[in-house]
T-cell receptor
């Protein structure tokens, strides 16, 4: 079945550093790739997404890149702040809006 | 901004009991989903629902689970006979309107089976 792998599982950075989280997906028919931030006990919150007809998208300190050939996509956070600390999940939407397949999550810790 | 809502926020039940988790999706959305998240783990797909029928379900969604859209606004998940391993956070999501790909998640229902 469809699968999304995510690395690393934990990431510790100093405030102001950059953070990069990487995902690979298996279903070549996937065409939409969102990233969610989840704080403890809360719902996943969409922070950025990318569609398959675009290679890169940026929103202030956050950017996402997509390589459809390699089936890789990555989240880049620049100038990290302590409030960026959370669990981040990548996901891929399967053909026909059937479902989101989530990665296993990355716990990001930004130290002041 | 419209939001997906879910009730209750926390449900405690005994093993073997039936539970119904309720969701009100965003009103002009057409696709509805249930996901679950066991504590500390990833979000897992349970079922998708479109045009008043299930469009896909995972292997987790066995005969103990059912979904219903009893009226134009509610979307429910029923677990017929709960097991300890059903303890998790259950998220409802809806999709459609002006953002055809984005899924909007509700705040979740924490189900605790004792």
């Amino acid at each position: 079945g469809e699968n999304v792998e995510q690395h690393p599982s934990t990431l510790s950075v100093q405030e102001g550093d950059s953070a990069v989280i990487k995902c690979t997906y298996s279903d070549s028919a996937s065409n939409y790739f969102p990233w969610y931030k989840q704080e403890l006990g809360k719902r996943p919150q969409l922070i950025i997404d990318i569609r398959s007809n675009v290679g890169e998208k940026k929103d202030q300190r956050i950017a996402v890149t997509l390589n459809k050939t390699a089936k890789h996509f990555s989240l880049h956070i620049t100038e990290t702040q302590p409030e960026d600390s959370a669990v981040y999940f990548c996901a891929a939407l399967t053909r026909g809006f059937q479902k989101l397949v989530f990665g296993t999550g990355t716990r990001l810790l930004v130290s002041p | 901004e419209p939001e997906v809502t879910q009730t209750p926020s926390h449900q405690v039940t005994q093993m073997g009991q039936e539970v119904i988790l309720r969701c009100v999706p965003i009103s002009n959305h057409l696709y509805f989903y249930w996901y679950r998240q066991i504590l500390g783990q990833k979000v897992e797909f349970l079922v998708s629902f479109y045009n008043n029928e299930i469009s896909e379900k995972s292997e987790i969604f066995d005969d103990q689970f059912s979904v219903e859209r009893p009226d134009g606004s509610n979307f429910t998940l029923k677990i017929r006979s709960t097991k300890l391993e059903d303890s998790a956070m259950y998220f409802c999501a809806s999709q459609g309107g002006g953002h055809p790909y984005e899924q909007y998640f509700g705040p979740g229902t924490r189900l605790t089976v004792t």
